[in-house]
């Protein structure tokens, strides 16, 4: 009856017994966010990275060869909402017929860039960022906001609209027929796909 305990007893152990890790071993389930791309060239390692607004990269993720999106982890930028400032500090210069619901509600605006290491030293230099864009954003506000505005060059009226914490804000832009004032938004969005692409004119505005 001892032996059958203890045998018992070492079965348990050994079930109990595993990966330290979150998820015990398993794999880590799809975030639900993504960048879709052209299809990454081959050759050296190409990376995604996400910039602040003076270019200091906060998150990194490798990208397979030929691949045309890539998911990846908010969890890991999310510290960087410490980084917020008054969303009127992000205002283009020149931002005119100004109105804010919320004056002064800190935001952080980040974006995409994707590069390929042709040195292999897994930094980001000179000549190795891919001539690719997005107006898309990973966007951090303390709380819901809107903010309104105009600028003269380009001849645009904005809207940008944030919801509190992170989420993706989609960039729309367009010129009414028979109007020479485009209109640009910037809303936050549920889904969490984010879009780089080859730069085009009026998407470049």
Same mark, same amino acid.
């Given at each position: ?58 998150? #990194?993720?490798?990208?397979? /060869? *030929?691949?045309? &999106?890539? $998911?990846?982890?908010?969890? =890991?930028?999310?510290? @960087? !909402? ?76 904005? #809207?940008?609209?944030?919801? /509190? *914490?992170?989420? &993706?804000? $989609?960039?729309?832009?367009? =010129?009414?027929?028979? @109007? !020479? ?25």
């Amino acid at each position: 009856m001892k032996r059958l305990l203890l045998l018992s007893l070492l079965a348990l152990t050994a079930c109990g017994a595993g990966p330290s890790s979150p998820t015990g071993g398993r794999p880590e389930l799809p975030t639900g966010v993504e960048v879709r791309h052209p299809a990454a060239p081959a050759g050296t390692t190409v990376y995604l990275n996400l910039l602040t607004e003076s270019g200091e990269s906060v998150y #990194q993720q490798a990208v397979t /060869a *030929g691949a045309t &999106r890539t $998911e990846v982890n908010p969890a =890991l930028w999310r510290e @960087q !909402s410490g980084r917020a400032r008054p969303i009127e500090d992000w205002l283009p210069e020149g931002a005119d017929d100004l109105q804010v619901s919320a004056p002064g509600t800190p935001v952080l605006l980040l974006h995409w860039v994707m590069w390929q290491d042709r040195d292999g030293n897994g930094q980001r230099a000179a000549g190795e960022t891919l001539d690719l864009m997005t107006h898309d954003r990973a966007v951090y506000a303390e709380k819901a906001v809107t903010v309104t505005f105009k600028t003269a060059a380009p001849d645009m009226r904005q #809207q940008w609209q944030f919801a /509190a *914490g992170w989420s &993706r804000a $989609e960039h729309y832009v367009y =010129l009414p027929s028979g @109007q !020479s004032t485009y209109r640009r938004s910037l809303q936050t969005q549920g889904l969490g796909r984010y879009e780089l692409h080859v730069p085009t004119p009026i998407t470049s505005q």
